[in-house]
């Protein structure tokens, strides 16, 4: 089984299922690995209940992530780990979600949190719109994102305790 390819991009990283219908005992498959170097690009991506980074090129290992809450241009800068990356006095955490992440692809929860070491003149919330940049540290290719970061809204239930 032979595939030939004429043009790739970075849409085309990740995994390619490949079915032979002529062969002798059909059906047969193969899945490959599409691995070839390209720029990073990063997105912040939301959903009901939280924010997510997700980080795709290759390769994308070394990262520094810099980031700059727009609105005091306060900036921190960290290796994004494979684990939990805290910035502002734990105020902003990253976290590596490896469950949904592949050689290509990187997803990581942005969780927004009270900020007890933060002086009185700041919210105890860090809102606010965030420059994300970026960098792998060996081959110096960057990527921006920019948005809007607030505390995850939780449901609050009230229970009523009654005695007789």
Do not use: W
């Not at 090129?57 to 290796?79: A, F, H, M, Q, V």
């Not at 805290?86 to 927004?112: A, P």
């Not at 700041?122 to 290719?141: A, M, P, Q, T, V």
């Amino acid at each position: 089984m032979n595939l030939e390819i004429i043009k790739l991009t970075s849409n085309e990283l990740g995994y390619v299922a490949c079915i032979c219908q002529s062969c002798l005992y059909r059906p047969a498959f193969d899945v490959l690995e599409l691995r070839f170097d390209t720029n990073i690009t990063v997105s912040l991506e939301e959903d009901e209940r939280d924010s997510h980074l997700i980080v795709h090129g290759n390769p994308i290992e070394n990262l520094n992530i810099t980031i700059t809450r727009i609105s005091d241009n306060e900036t921190e800068t960290s290796l994004l780990t494979s684990k939990k990356t805290s910035f502002f006095n734990d105020s902003l955490l990253i976290r590596f979600q490896q469950e949904h992440s592949h050689f290509f692809v990187r997803y990581y929860s942005l969780i927004v949190q009270e900020c007890i070491l933060c002086p009185p003149r700041l919210s105890s919330h860090i809102d606010g719109d965030y420059l994300i940049e970026i960098c792998r540290i060996k081959i110096g290719d960057c990527a921006l994102a920019k948005g809007y970061l607030d505390h995850p809204l939780y449901e609050v239930c009230f229970f009523f305790l009654h005695s007789n």
